[in-house]
């Protein structure tokens, strides 16, 4: 696929996503005033809260937060009106010895006037809220199907490949069996609506970015849809909402938005093929360690036993209750780490991705994680003790409960000399 | 210290634990003995409350029974039980002719109304009063008579429901015939609860006219059978299609022919004429080739049969130590829908898996497959 | 029923005005029946409405300062970013129970103990329909709100949320017992609501006074009429829950197991078709609490009566058709969705036409600010803002933004604390002088007052705003990646609410200060009448006698009591209302006209032992069932020895003793 038809397939939505929100500000005066009024208030108390409910920056959340503003303006303006009658009953109808009044039960059209009136308002609220319900759940205009697996406590994305060999409309370079499995950030192409197909492996979590869409749960045995769509890249925070056990408030996910052709540079480097470290090195060392100590559980693509010379595939269904653990074959690729809590990056260098302008992000953010802006302290301490760090079990005598399988990770008790091997040997994955 | 009633409880304790020692000892069924045991020991406990409270003591306070004046000058109110328990001696004389169960339905009756009886007698002659007689009557009789008769009422309410809603002709005219007797009850009920003035015995008449049709009618449809239910088909003549080994048979014995469709299940596999392809529930997309599913993970696959044959669905699994080979739903009809809720424990590139041929949804039968793509 | 009116002809005593109370004589059985009138035996053993009031009350507010210390501590954990105050484990454990403890220990009890003691004075009853059960379903909340919190010592409490949802719930993902102590003391604590709302509504249909149609109820007892039928019909739901819940963790059973087919929304249905109808079972009662004392002090009637009870009805019914509105982000299908949604905002509808009809009642009115009638303006005010926010995710689209977000509980704070709670306050110091006959202070009841308005605005004003910047709830830290700058800084407003959560516990603190020094030796009593009340309750003495009325009151009116007291001197369309007694002298003229020979049921034993057995069978469940046969036994000998024991005990063990020779006489 050349670049300038890749171009005009993503310009094309653009187009239409415009349009229709033009046709939208001008369906009622009222949703004007209130978007207006919106970006009036956004703008004057400035903000930059990742999950801000109120800073739409898709087509999804936009439509959303077009329905709720003129919602909340006639709350507003509702409740001012209750208010203000209480006032004035506070002020005028005091007790200053005027006589008892007369003991009416009530006036029949006034009493009705009161039931229509929120009739009325309620009404004018139901409709568009079906509509857009409606809007919300479709799933014909799909570009991009991307597979989510919640588990305690981080999420795990694939990438469905169509019957015609692309990702999400990209045709890989690389040709590779496995398909693209990431956890942490999920990487989707710019003005592309994707739509993520959502389940669980253990109990219930909840799909959430708050600037791309609402939240939807992803229920173990089920598969609920997500849409997500976005014209400007950068990272969008989000967080698990629906209460998933120990560590919840540790569950947390970023989707990263990339201009089409940073994200076809994205998708080659995923499918790599696995590059050894060079003999000899402290990352060589690193791989020997990963081998005897992490790829139980953690898959990396490609890596063969170091004395084997044998494929190595992981098996954490036998020692993880839920069943897996986050893929690491391009770990350095994103720049988060266990459910997304902790970040590979320093807070200088996060900092810089996370505020970068669009047009600068996307080089920023697949430069990866390198040796100079690693985040060594959280990293080392997640090594050393991970349940220490994120909490995964109250009572450790009690995993008998789980056949003697851990929730998490556990605590391996590695020596710093086979962290520093393991912290050599994972920053060269990605 | 023991009152008339604490007697008649030791006494009927005693006598269910000779009883129960008898029967233990002589003919020693199991259930026997836990019944009679557990009546022992029912009784017992009355006996003990009722000793230890003596609610139901009369005698100890009644200066006109311990004088021994007006006790004997009551008459004996008129009883229905020497008739019943004469009736019950010939119901089971009947019984030794016609039918065994008449004899059981005697012997029940006669211990039924023996007990009341004694009750009555034990009960008239406690006090003076006839009135707190009759109230030492019932407190100590409801405890056992309520639960026995509520749970006799409703079992005679549900067998004759039951009764007649086997006995109307079809399925459809059962939820007509419903619809109207819900009806005429909540009418009733609304009637009733209108005419504030409504006396005890009408209350009584009408309730017992509702009882009586009921009882009446469970008893007509009872009698004239039940109508005629579509015999169920096992599919257990079918297992030569399986693959899956001969101990699906007996689930197959057992299998409903179609599940209700479960929502947001992970994929929808279809088979028709043109072949085998599947749907992801949401997206209206035939598909065919192969099918993503996530690892580890319980993936709920439905299954319609959309062909005249019947069908067995069956996802392959690897030779993977302490998982079976493959999983199977029993025959599915035409029509039909089933769901198999699969977990595959390693990806699909693990040569294990490979080696085996990979996973795969098949259906017995047909040649098509859908590769399924473990990540 | 269990009033005996004993027939008075043969033992006719010299008529005097004050009623003969006859009491059970000691000399009863092995066992004593309980007697005692005065002393703790009384209390332990009594089945006397307003006693049992009164200890609902007590130990409802017992747990409102439970739970009250677990939000303290919930609010110290989130003061700042990575609270260490809490684990997570205890963080989880104390937000569940925090919510248990507040929903089914403190405001469903504290409405009990309100409609308890009041419902039958309302009405002109002497007692509840069924005085024994009634004691059983106290004991059995207490003895359930106690086991519950047993589970805090034994291993940990539940730390599933006070939703539970499963799989969450299961052995697996909740190893310790705490669940279990959750379902099962759950289990407890609904007996006491389901007997409760039998009770209540065969009281209300059955024993109300003479001339009292359902019209002329007083609103208070009508919304609590509402709220034992929803009770009556949501608590089989949730007992049926808990039941699936209980066999899941300690009989293997699979009802949410995802591995056997199961599907875990059956639960989150289960769950909300009892929670929804429970949200209404917490705030109707303060409703009609304060839709009693805002005509008194404006001087009114209630404006549109009968809409304010069919609205309530309304609310009742409408109630269970929006369930799912919880459920918004569970992934329904948007047919559901939409459907629910529009159900929701339809039961707006006669919510508003409440907060409407209280406007009105007020409107014209000669209105005193007392105490109790700055707390039901508060609950104007304050629910006003919680419906309003309730209707902004009434809106599924908008929720799917707000739901599981601090905006949520915000919302449902300001509607259970600003409705129900506030609601509740304003009827301990409306009634506080009939139920003790001791005035609470005016004047620490102002600061009472505006410390808990300014306290509880404090406290939930500012998650609206960390909800809208996306925080969700339930997390045990909150970290300052996801705070943001300015304004609407998470952090900032996580510590103004974290202030503002002790400024409401010293509000509730200065209630307490309250009470005790009204209570002090030497303080006056209270007036019979001090607001110049308008329904049945106050044409007693205050407390009300044992028996309640001297004579039950014949109604003609709406509000009675305030007709006995002014009369209409206008003719036409113009009305001039005049006082023609005060309200002493309405009760003196009663207390003129006293019943002779009443006969109230006796106290007894068997509730409490039987309402005992309950949590033991509970302890059996959970550590061992040799423990649940013990606790069956006790059941099944409680249960028999009630049904063996005369509800009133008979005319010769009553003291004094009418004696052998009127019964002689009297069988000749």
Redesign the interface.
């Known amino acids: 696929m050349s670049h300038s038809e890749d171009h005009d397939r993503t310009m094309s939505p653009l187009t239409t996503t415009t349009s229709r929100l033009g046709r939208m500000g001008r369906r009622t005066t009222l949703t004007a005033i209130a978007v207006t009024l919106g970006s009036a208030v956004l703008a004057g108390c400035a903000t930059n809260a990742p999950q801000d409910t109120w800073k739409p920056a898709g087509e999804n959340a936009q439509k959303i937060q077009n329905l709720q503003w003129p919602v909340f303006l006639t709350a507003g303006v509702v409740g001012v009106i209750v208010m203000a009658a209480i006032g004035i009953i506070v002020l005028r109808f005091r007790d200053k010895g005027q006589p008892i009044p007369e003991q009416t039960h009530g006036k029949a059209w006034l009493e009705y006037m009161f039931i229509a009136i929120p009739a009325v308002i309620l009404a004018a609220i139901a409709i568009p809220t079906v509509g857009l319900v409606m809007a919300l759940n479709s799933t014909d205009d799909t570009e991009c199907i991307i597979n989510v697996t919640g588990q305690q406590w981080w999420w795990e994305y694939d990438y469905e490949v169509s019957a015609d060999g692309t990702i999400c409309g990209f045709a890989p370079s690389a040709v590779e069996a496995s398909p693209i499995i990431t956890s942490g950030q999920v990487v989707i192409p710019a003005n592309t609506k994707v739509l993520l197909r959502g389940t669980s492996r253990d109990v219930i979590h909840s799909y959430w970015i708050p600037r791309l869409n609402g939240k939807r749960d992803m229920v173990p045995g089920r598969v609920h849809f997500l849409r997500l769509e976005s014209d400007t890249p950068g990272i969008y925070a989000g967080q698990c909402t629906e209460f998933c056990g120990l560590s919840h408030a540790n569950m947390r996910m970023e989707t990263v938005v990339l201009e089409s052709g940073d994200f076809q540079k994205w998708l080659d480097n995923e499918l790599e093929p696995y590059s050894a470290p060079a003999a000899g090195t402290l990352a060589a060392e690193g791989e020997a360690t990963f081998v005897a100590q992490c790829s139980r559980c953690h898959q990396v693509n490609g890596l063969l036993d170091p004395n084997k010379g044998t494929l190595v595939v992981s098996y954490p269904d036998q020692f993880v209750y839920s069943g897996a653990s986050p893929n690491l074959t391009n770990l350095m690729g994103r720049n988060t780490f266990a459910g997304a809590s902790w970040d590979l990056l320093t807070p200088e260098c996060r900092a810089d991705v996370w505020d970068a302008t669009p047009e600068e992000f996307g080089a920023k953010y697949l430069a990866g994680v390198t040796p100079e802006c690693l985040n060594e302290i959280d990293l080392r301490e997640w090594l050393r003790n991970a349940p220490a760090k994120k909490p995964m079990y109250a009572d450790p005598t009690m995993l008998d409960e789980t056949d003697g399988k851990t929730r998490g990770m556990p605590y391996l008790g590695l020596s710093e000399d086979q962290i520093d091997q393991l912290i050599a040997y994972l920053l060269e994955r990605k | 210290m023991f009152t008339t009633g604490s007697k008649l409880l030791l006494g009927a304790t005693v006598s269910a634990l000779v009883g129960t020692l008898l029967y233990g000892l002589l003919v020693g069924g199991i259930m026997g003995t836990v019944g009679l045991v557990s009546l022992t020991v029912g009784l017992a406990c009355v006996a003990g409350i009722n000793i230890s409270t003596r609610d139901a003591n009369v005698a100890a306070e009644d200066a006109v029974t311990t004088s021994g004046l007006a006790a004997s000058t009551l008459r004996p109110n008129a009883s229905i039980w020497p008739l019943a328990f004469g009736v019950a001696a010939a119901v089971i004389v009947l019984g030794l002719v016609v039918h065994a169960v008449v004899v059981i339905i005697g012997i029940v009756l006669m211990l039924v109304s023996g007990l009341e009886w004694l009750l009555q007698s034990w009960s008239e002659g406690a006090s003076s009063d006839r009135s707190h007689n009759r109230e030492v009557r019932s407190r100590l009789a409801y405890t056992a008579e309520m639960p026995v008769a509520a749970a006799i009422g409703l079992g005679l309410i549900v067998f004759a429901f039951s009764r007649v809603m086997l006995g109307v002709a079809t399925k459809s005219a059962t939820i007509v015939a419903f619809a109207v007797v819900g009806s005429i009850v909540l009418l009733g009920g609304a009637l009733i609860s209108r005419s504030r003035g409504l006396s005890t015995p009408r209350m009584f008449g009408i309730f017992s006219v509702a009882g009586v049709v009921l009882l009446g009618g469970g008893a007509v449809m009872g009698l004239q059978g039940e109508r005629d239910i579509e015999a169920h088909h096992t599919t257990a003549h079918y297992a030569e299609l399986d693959e899956c080994g001969t101990e699906e048979i007996s689930a197959d014995e057992h299998a409903s022919q179609t599940v209700a469709g479960k929502a947001s299940s992970a994929a929808e596999v279809i088979l028709d004429d043109s072949g085998l392809f599947y749907e992801l529930p949401g997206i209206n997309q035939k598909r065919t080739g192969s099918i993503q599913l996530p690892r580890s993970s319980a993936n709920n696959i439905l299954f319609r049969n959309e062909t005249n044959t019947p069908r067995r669905f069956i996802a392959e699994l690897a030779e993977i130590e302490g998982s079976p080979a493959r999983l199977c739903t029993a025959l599915v009809e035409e029509g039909g829908v089933q769901l198999l809720t699969i977990h595959y424990p390693v990806p699909s590139f693990d040569p294990v898996v490979e080696e085996s041929g990979g996973y795969a949804l098949v259906v017995a039968g047909v040649d098509d497959r859908i590769e399924v793509v473990v990540p | 029923m269990a009033i005996i009116e004993r027939p008075s002809e043969e033992v006719a005593l010299a008529p005097s005005s004050v009623p003969e109370v006859a009491t059970p004589s000691t000399s009863?059985?092995?066992?004593r029946r309980p007697v005692e009138t005065t002393g703790w035996k009384s209390w332990l053993f009594t089945i006397d409405h307003k006693k049992l009031g009164i200890m609902y009350g007590v130990v409802a507010m017992f747990f409102f300062i439970v739970g009250g210390i677990e939000a303290l501590l919930i609010r110290l954990q989130l003061a700042g970013p990575n609270g260490t105050v809490l684990?997570?484990?205890k963080y989880?454990q104390m937000f569940t129970m925090h919510a248990t403890t507040m929903v089914f220990l403190f405001v469903m009890p504290m409405a009990a103990a309100f409609a308890n003691y009041f419902v039958p004075l309302q009405i002109g009853a002497r007692d509840v329909a069924f005085p024994r059960i009634n004691a059983f379903g106290f004991w059995a909340f207490c003895f359930g709100g106690i086991f519950l919190n047993t589970s805090w010592f034994l291993g940990?409490a539940a730390?599933?949320?006070w939703f539970m949802?499963a799989?969450?719930s299961s052995?697996?993902?909740?190893?310790?017992n705490g669940v279990d102590f959750w379902g099962l003391g759950l289990q407890i604590t609904g007996i006491a609501s389901l007997t409760g709302a039998i009770n209540l509504i065969v009281t209300v249909i059955n024993m109300r006074a003479p001339g009292m149609s359902l019209m002329k109820m007083p609103i208070f007892t009508w919304m609590v009429v509402v709220v034992q039928f929803l009770l009556l019909f949501a608590m089989p739901v949730i007992t049926v829950a808990l039941f699936m819940l209980m066999f899941q963790r300690s009989f293997d059973a699979t009802f949410f197991s995802?591995?056997?087919?199961?599907?875990?929304?059956l639960w989150q249905h289960l769950f909300w078709i009892f929670g929804h109808p429970e949200v209404y079972i917490i705030v109707l009662p303060s409703f009609g609490i304060v839709s009693e004392i805002l005509p008194v002090f404006?001087?009114?009637?209630?404006?549109?009566?009968?809409?304010v009870v069919f609205s309530g009805a309304a609310i009742g019914f409408v109630g269970w058709g929006v369930w799912a509105h919880h459920m918004f982000?569970?992934?329904l299908?948007?047919i559901s969705?939409?459907a629910f949604?529009?159900a929701t905002?339809?039961i707006?509808?006669p919510t508003?036409?409440k907060?409407?009809?209280w406007?009105?009642t007020?409107?014209?009115?000669?209105?005193?600010?007392t105490v109790p009638m700055l707390y039901a303006?508060g609950v104007?005010?304050q629910f006003?803002?919680g419906g309003?926010?309730g209707?902004?995710h009434?809106?599924?689209?908008?929720?799917?933004?707000?739901?599981?977000?601090y905006y949520i509980v915000a919302h449902f704070h300001y509607v259970i604390f600003g409705g129900a709670v506030l609601g509740l306050f304003a009827g301990f110091y409306y009634w506080w002088p009939k139920m003790f006959g001791k005035m609470l202070s005016e004047r620490l009841g102002r600061w009472n007052f505006w410390l808990t308005i300014i306290g509880m605005n404090l406290t939930f004003g500012p998650m609206h705003v960390v909800?809208?910047?996306?925080?969700?709830?339930?997390?045990?830290?909150?970290t300052e990646?996801?705070?943001?700058?300015?304004?609407?800084?998470?952090g900032f407003w996580n510590l103004v609410a974290s202030i503002g959560s002790f400024v409401l516990a010293l509000g509730v603190l200065t209630f307490l200060i309250n009470v005790v020094i009204s209570h002090r030796k030497g303080t006056a009593k209270a007036p019979l009448d001090p607001w110049d009340a308008r329904s049945l309750e106050w044409i007693t003495t205050s407390p009300p006698k044992e028996h309640n009325f001297d004579r039950i009151p014949t109604v003609g009116h709406?509000d009675e009591f305030f007709h006995r007291k002014?009369e209409?001197r206008g003719s036409g369309d113009h009305?001039?209302?005049h006082q023609v007694a005060t309200g002493e002298e309405v009760v003196a003229n009663e207390e003129a006209h006293a019943e002779s020979h009443i006969h109230l049921p006796s106290p007894s034993y068997w509730p409490i032992l039987l309402a005992l057995s309950l949590p033991i069978m509970g302890y059996g469940i959970i550590f061992n069932l040799f423990l649940l046969f013990g606790g069956a036994v006790l059941a099944?000998?409680s249960l028999?020895?009630w049904?063996?024991?005369?509800h009133t005990a008979?005319d010769?063990?009553f003291d004094p003793p009418t004696g052998?020779a009127l019964?002689?006489a009297a069988?000749g």
Do not use: C
């Open positions: 009863y059985g092995i066992f684990s997570a484990d989880n940990g730390d599933g949320g949802y799989p969450n052995v697996a993902f909740s190893p310790s995802v591995e056997a087919g199961a599907d875990p929304l404006s001087k009114k009637p209630l404006f549109g009566y009968p809409l982000a569970s992934g299908g948007p969705v939409a949604s529009v905002m339809a707006a509808i508003g036409v907060i409407v009809n406007t009105m007020m409107w014209g009115g000669k209105i005193k600010f303006v104007i005010v006003t803002i309003l926010s209707v902004t009434s809106v599924a689209p908008s929720d799917t933004q707000q739901t599981d977000t909800g809208l910047q996306g925080q969700p709830r339930r997390m045990y830290v909150w990646n996801r705070a943001g700058e300015g304004f609407f800084n998470i709406l002014y209409d009305h001039e209302f099944l000998v028999y020895g049904g063996l024991e005369p008979g010769d063990e052998a019964e002689v069988h």
